[in-house]
């Protein structure tokens, strides 16, 4: 007889919306044992530790000073995400955190400059990377199915915006909710050039007083050339809307789950079906499938990805776009953050930018 | 601290074909331990063993035996399940057995009689009444929105037929690869009162000589008036095509899984899109679903469905719409097998024929 | 300068509900000039002369004797075609009659014999084989880009039931509704060797007394060993539903109209489109190259399809299934109306049965 | 019995690509009756003359003299359109004219005035606008049916790029081929406040000599406060590609012709549709309706719409774009032309700007 199959024994950091959510994936997934939940709410992590079976506490160094955890999952807001990275890899923790990285560079060439130091195995959270269709894209475009890219597109609407506490600690619409697209554009085209964006406060006017927006259409200008549009959004009437295109001179590739489930009513409206209304319905598949391969890849040792150098690209890909919208200048990409990104040492040679599993 | 989640401990019987398809699931998926397998072949047996971290044995006495099996997974060739759920219940293990309950009716009323003598939690694997499609259709037609029932289509096709000798076993097109078309038209529409079929072999005309076909349709006559077609077959050039219709006064249902993944490429050819291409890709949530459903029905003591005597009526209309295949005559179902049913003692009041979850 | 461009003077010949139509295609059409209509009620007539730009007359024979009257386009109810056709014919007027070319078989050979005696021009409405779609279809098949057929299945509903008075006249369920599907399962993969038929008034039970139905569905099996559906209903709340698939060795051709306008609503509801309400449509094209195929085929003397030959070998197939639908029986289509086709002269041997254009 | 029905007896102008697109549609249509074919090429004014059975000539002086030509149908090259209108407008002829208007404001102004001064009925052909799903979504949108207006979204890919000699002389990307896509938003959401735009010369790199480009996207930031992008190009692989969407409150609205034939072809490769591959196959209704609106306005004595006027400011927008591009400035649309402008009188009160039919 053979060993039982191993699981990577996990903490998870933060028990808030993003951490309920990853707990519901969890909770149905082999490969990973959560052991220890950690939020600074104590009622928090006691709802998410029962519903795991695992032990909580709203203390940090409780929790990476247990033997019984090899690795962390970071749902934390946003701004913490840094300083927990920082801590768990000195505490010598493999580290999977949610994106953002960070919410400016100089803490994410932090991050970045502590996991590297230590060591530690680390993967960001850009679940689209791990979704079939995006594989599927990712492969094509690698090989050469679509030749020359000349074209990006990519929508980003939440159903329903976050709650204002939310919206004003995010960092901004185009690092937090935009991110997302411009890793994948990045991830599925390369490298941005230049950027130009506009926006507003148009689902919640209040919105404006802080500065911030909820509304926002970008150009992209890609290095090899290719042009992009986003559109990025907090409210829809309709539900979840992602969708992403990359047009090359042999086609176009769409990228859109515009059924769920996989039913059709036809009645005196016509013909209607429903779409995903909540990322957990979109990506089911690729929240599973990139924790499991932080799992697996922690455990024989192989290389994870996206690593946080990769996360921090596109962090500064959000800050450029966000620096644009706020502004209304023109960004060149690659001189957004120039000095701090120049603290970081080089690359190590095998990980490409934007490279994809 | 709660107490670590509940794992329902199992053995899987049969590791051949589709206990490898359970294999793959019960692998990622959590609430289900398999603590053996068994096989008739060790090698079987041995391999899925090691992909599932358990222990594994030829001899299904032995694994019966064994403490650490509180369920039984049964994936064994279709003429044995009616055995193994017999020994299993006299064991007094929960058990979970694919399709079909039993080729012929005196196997099936055995199965049925041996789990409600020993009084086992027992479930059938119609894995799609746990698909969110087929869950949705049931849900709205219970609910009245389609009106009274009028039209019921079906298309079960796979994309190539299995070996031969597979074939000449199963029992018959419309009892096995028709079955899970059957089950649902009793579980979405209601009892068929009559059917007619006709076939050929126009995929494999070898299998003309064993009195077998590849390609039948049928006509349904429902007990509620509606009217129904049924197309099945064993080879496709296009992957796996199940398509079914309900037709109600208000309006249609279609469920239909028709791209996979969620890709559109747009080239020199037109619009082009993937589709499932086996019963794993069409059918992944149900199959996580349907086991899921049994572990913590099992663990918790609720009704499991469909029933082994829900199962009995589909596999009574199996059998019948093969006698009309092989005969051409119309069949009335309800005559169909009335003396082997008769020796059934009365339905328990409170599961209702056709039940879904 | 060139003289301009030369118009087919015609008559039509009934204007109620599908004289109407036509005339609403004519309307807009240039390569035909309506000059005269006729139809019984002077009302009718009058109205869509007037729409025209025609004269009119309740008399055939007055319409008939026109000089600036070449072609008639036959409108008026089903058991009168035989006859319009005999007088037209006779009177040496190129003819376009709507389906179906008769009412029973003595008629359609009479027909036929009153046609190809006076050899004048002539085309059976059949439409959908001039719709694109279905076109396509047939050249892929005759291509043979589906390898061997082995399957054919039709639906075809009608948003609401035609008047009782209608369909109590109208020849039976799978001759009026059902001819069209017929025609095409004849059209797309070949003769019918035989078929099954089950059906209700499960719209309008009061048809129950005169015998008819509204809802049927049949089985046909194909002399080249194709299997068939066919679904026929006079009743949907969700629009005019005709599909029609064809099923080869190499791939599945599948037609269907299911987008009407080209627009889909995204709210709250989920994504909705509308669907053709009506077949005028469904078939705009088609109505429109049917009747410019006619005038062009009728003034360049090029044969015309379908024939009334060939429109009697669909007629044939609509007796023999609504003869299996009311009996119960299966019927031998070849058997079927044998002495009365015997009637008819051999085939011109250049008209290939279900030849399309 | 009534007179027939009148046909509005019409001289095209221009005989060329456009021309000849136009001819195909007017040759199946009646209510417009081409009796003069005029273009500075004999060749093409006689071709085309012969297949609509018209008379031709190489003088415009001529035909506009002709008694028999009522209306001017003008497909003349871009730069000549203001021109030709004038002196149609001299000449007391209703006019439809191709887009653009013209190719710059001073030429756009004094077509407006020339007509006005004339009071002869105009029309500018943006077909789009008599599109089914366009006039389905503009009155949805004037019922309110998407509340308040959120976003914009269009894309405008030709298959392949037009003759070099034609690119030069066509007046900018965002012009001729944008036009359609800026007069559909001012039609759809309203008036633009600002516009910029990054371009390239990605298909023939040639072009960029001459200063012009074959891509281009853009960000509109709407009166209103919607915020849209814009995507235009002159080169797919897989056909013509013209998609607009309109974003609300209350949902959003996506049209697409995304289906041509009506026909689904699964083999090996999956699912597989064809989708228009030139702008005769998306828009052959619009090309009908405009023609025939514009023939029953002029006979009946009712406003065309868009008119000169209209078509101006979607000029002008095209021109700021363009401009935009050009330059990458941010480009206030009402600061754009000015002066030109402000040589018009006030526009007539019934008209206002970007009503449709």
Redesign the interface.
Known sequence: ?????QDLPCAMIGAGRMGQAHAGVL?????VRVTWVMDVSEENARRV????????STSLDEVLAQPDVSAVIISTPAPTHADVIERAAKAGKAIFTEKPLAQNLADGVRAVQAVEAAGVPAQVAFQRRY???Y???KQ?IDAGELG?L??F?A?GRDPEPPPMEYLVTAGGLLVDMGGHDLDLARFLVGEVE?V?????A??NPELAQYGEHD?????L?FEN???????V?LR????Y?IRTEV?G???????????????????????????PRHFTERFPEAY?AEI?AFAQGVLSGLPLTPTPRDALLSLRLGLAAQHALNT?E?VRVADFGREELAKLPPAPAEIPAGGGR
């Open positions: 007889m053979m060993p039982p199959q909770r149905t997934l082999s490969g530790a029962g519903q795991l079976g695992a032990q909580y979704d079939p269709a594989v599927q894209a094509m020359r000349e074209g597109r929508v230049e130009r964006a506009i926006g507003g148009l689902v509304t926002a259409v970008a150009l200008k050339g290719a042009l992009g549009t986003l559109e959004g829809t009437s309709y539900g809307d047009l001179e042999k086609g176009r590739l769409h990228i859109e789950r515009d059924r769920r489930p996989d039913l059709t009513v036809y009645d005196a409206r016509g013909a209607n079906h429903d779409r599973a499991t209304g023109t």
